[in-house]
């Protein structure tokens, strides 16, 4: 009976050794032994001895231990596959292009007043139109030498504007020529068409009163400057004479020959020296052109005949239509600021004269 017991407490002590082996997780603390635990304990030797005679007896030889340490196994894991069908890469987008936009013209905004839009390229055409400083327009076409553009109108017409005026918008390769209507016909002539290609009355050529008193043979001489033309006057229009201040910006041009006071000469082709403008006389009657201001400057010159004849030339002053680049005594003298030179003095410096409506006049004279 007692070998019966001591060998119940065997096995179930080697299972509890046996399970505490192979587990990991943390056991709560033992329970107290029972007194007849404790009495085979305090026997370690014999109850080893008998342990192992009925562990040899009891378990068979050939039931396999169990390994305090996991082994490996090759365990097949059943994995399930999705086949995926294969996509379409995805094409990227052809960029649409981007229209080609036809050239427009932009007026310079700028510009203080209404631009004229002509019927031809030229001054010397009629104003069928006006154009207001940030106005833009269709470009048709264009001239030789790309100065003047020929643009739409919004009532479905046509007409040129000057090129310097205005903004180009778009590419000008392709703009081509545009055939330019002939130049209106020049007014017959008046009887007194000599007298008025002479300067206007109480100008002289020269300007200097002591001129009057000369011969015109002394005045030739006095007035020769060793080139083909000589520039024998140059002023400044007036206020009165110009307008006020919502008048004209025009350099007023005459051509005469011979002694003097000279007759009208047409065909003589006058430019400024940056080659930007070129008129002919006889454009705005015998002897006369005009050039436009534009609140720019420029010196002018007689370059060459329309038969392409050259010739030498004495330069003019500087023209302008802009208020600082024109000497307050000046503007005052020909009546702006009410004649005040220190009122022009003050408008000048706040912009306040006539914001670049002013006119000159001046005379080429060929004496040979």
Known sequence: MKLFSVLTTLIIAISLTACGGSSTTPTSEPLPATEEAVSVV????????????????????????????????????STSTSVTEPTETPVPDTPTPMPILDPMIKVDESIDNQVNVRSGPGTDYPVVAQFSPGQEALILGRNDDTSWWQISLPDGATGWIYGDLVTLLGDDGAIAVAEAPPPPPTATPAPEAVAEAAPAEGES???????ENLTPEQLENELRCGKDFCVTFQDMLSIGENGGCVGNHSI????????????????????????????????????????????????????????????????????????????????AAKGYCDGSIEKCQWAQNHNQVCRGHYSWRVTFHKFD
């Open 42 to 77: 305090t026997e370690p030797e014999q109850a080893t001895d008998e342990a192992e005679e009925v562990a040899a007896d009891l378990v068979p030889t050939d039931t396999p231990t169990q390994s305090s340490e996991p082994t490996a196994t090759n365990t097949t894991v």
């Open 205 to 211: 050529e020269g300007g200097g009163d002591e001129d």
């Open 252 to 331: 007023y041009i005459t051509v005469l020959q011979g002694p003097p006071p000279g007759v009208p000469m047409d065909g003589v082709v006058i430019g400024d020296t940056f080659n930007n403008v070129e008129v002919a006389s006889g454009s705005h009657g015998p002897g006369r052109t005009e050039i436009t201001l534009w609140n720019n400057s420029m010196t002018l010159y007689a370059k060459r005949h329309i038969d392409e004849t050259p010739y030498t030339s004495e330069e003019s002053f500087n023209f302008t239509a802009a208020d600082e680049l024109i000497p307050a005594e000046v503007l």
